[in-house]
């Protein structure tokens, strides 16, 4: 049994290929193909853009693939979605779809856009973000370079942002939030049914989840006497509850914990104090919980 994945070319390809390298499964693409092998002999894959995945996802030319939340909500088609993956090319957070217009412009409101043209690639949840508030607009679909359309190719944008930067840089005002979207990793609905294909890739899933679940974060772990241990855990931000280990001195425990990494800096030296000892952080490659 062999599963068939999608994996998105272009902006999000290295983070995915990045993702994938965490939760253990290493993916080797070539340049000059669209095709990619992998370590994992039940996973082929196959570069394809994210807004064209869901197409083939359903059509069960692949049995599972990545893309992002905004293009199956505009392909409209028919998949299953297994699991948000919420990692982006930039960040780890969730990127938007904003409608957007010139700084100097009249636009305030969506409502100011009556009888205006609007420019970008997510057409139908345009069209429907329009029609829902009864403002009448031409959508028009934009191949690329959407910021640099308005104002004399558009009125105004619906485009996507991590940061907002690119929209700054080409003096433009966000009116409004469009859409909120991540990664999805989305099953073909027949391979979903499918008992070992199901299996397969809910296995993957886990592994990509528990990877993105430990990013940023890092392990701790230290020695202790009992007598201070009520100190040492007051300090600790756990992940739910440390765990505590009996040493063969009976007077001691280990205790092992999860925290953010930004927080190390501040809490090792409290950790100190409160005469924590043989204090150990590592990095962690998958947090499952």
Known sequence: MKIRLGIPKGSLQQATIQLFARAGFNIYTNERSYFAATDDPEVECMLIRAQEMARYVEHGALDAGLTGKDWVIESGLSVTSVADLIYAKQSRGIVRWVLAAPEESRFRRPEDLEGCIIATELVNVT?????????????????????????????????????????????????????????????NNRAWLE???????????????????????????????????????????????????????????????????????????????????????????KVVV
């Open 127 to 187: 069209r429907n973000y329009f029609e829902q508030r009864g403002v009448n607009v031409t959508v028009e679909f934009s191949w690329g370079a959407t910021e640099v359309k308005p104002p004399m190719l558009a009125d105004a944008i619906v485009e996507v942002t991590e940061t907002g930067s690119s929209l700054r840089a080409n003096r433009l005002r966000i009116i409004d939030t469009v859409l909120e979207s991540n990664t999805l990793l989305i099953a």
């Open 195 to 285: 008992a070992e294909k199901r299996q397969k890739i809910q296995n993957v899933a886990l592994m990509l989840c528990g990877a993105i679940a430990a990013q940023g974060r890092v392990g701790l772990m230290l020695n202790v006497r009992r007598e201070d241990l009520k100190a040492v855990l007051a300090v600790l931000p756990a992940l739910k509850r440390p765990t505590i280990s009996t040493l063969s001195d009976d007077d001691w425990v280990a205790v092992n914990t999860i925290l953010e990494e930004n927080t190390v800096r501040d809490v090792i030296p409290r950790l100190k104090a409160a005469n924590a000892q043989g204090i150990v952080e590592y990095p962690l490659n």
